[in-house]
């Protein structure tokens, strides 16, 4: 990947983006629009291609915490900003992703009802909205529906029981998800990290449910085992095993230990990597750098951690992949 390919947006396709959403490109210095998806439309009113943002700013009565002059000259930077944006259906933060030489550029506007220093809270549900809840579901439900597809078909071919008790297991965690992500998006009170768990048994219960294709785990020893709630710690490491499959080509995954005494885990792959500057935004709701994601996995990580008092962080692995550490883990004895 070249460095102006490691630069580039990193964003779902506009009509797969939950919230509102611009795409525009820069035309002779001026932003005009290349498209909206239908929650803008819905939220914000109808907008024909070809026109200005300036324009259809001024006429959907959109202000920002910018003078119109600045907003545009941001809209045909080179550079990824943020702003606040008021519109008559309620406050929203405008993130702006910059065109690149293969795309447009995107105005996001995600709803900025709880707003924290600059960053968009979402753990409630008032913030996540019916359509992102909908996203996360028919995200995570993926992994056990491909699983059980499979599954069934081998099934009725071969009559092996084997494939039938793991289209069992599939259905079961699909039914365990559900609960997950509507007790998860109502708050962290949910959440209920009372059980012993050992986090090498969950690792490796959480990669037989994701349609990892050819790729390969290795489960360090040594792993710790801390007060947490099982279902929900499986889930985070479901969404990093599927996050690191959908990046890379078969690739090795490895879980283990932050260090001999560390405070957490980490799970690494040898994939591609995350470009530097797209590191503190990868868990933002909405960001993938994958065609087909919805760029949600990553944030169900976070909020999951969080929710548990763990800290996350994206930072290069040895091999020179993704490796995402989970820190402030109260252990006990390793697993």
Known sequence: MTDDEAAGR????????????????????????????????????????????????????VSTDLDSEAFCDLLAADDRATTYVSTDAGEYVARILPPDADGDGYVLFVDGSAVDGGRVASETAGDLGVDRLASILSHDLRNPLDVATARLRAGRETGDDEHFERVERAHDRMERIIEDVLTLTRGSEYVDPEERVDLRAVAESAWSTVDTEAATLTVADGLPVTTADGDRSERLFENLFRNAVEHGDDPEIVVGRLGADGDGFYVADDGPGIPPDERSVVFEPGYSSHDHGTGLGLSIVERIAKAHGWSVAAVEAETGGARVEIRDVRTGDAG
Request: hydrophobic share 40%; proline share 10%.
């Open 10 to 61: 990193r964003a779902v396709p506009l009509d797969r983006y939950p919230d509102p959403a611009i795409g525009y490109a820069v035309v002779d210095g001026r932003a005009v629009v290349t498209g909206t998806n239908n929650a803008f439309e819905t939220s914000l009113g109808p907008v024909g291609a070809d026109r200005p943002i300036a324009e259809v700013v001024e006429r959907l009565g």
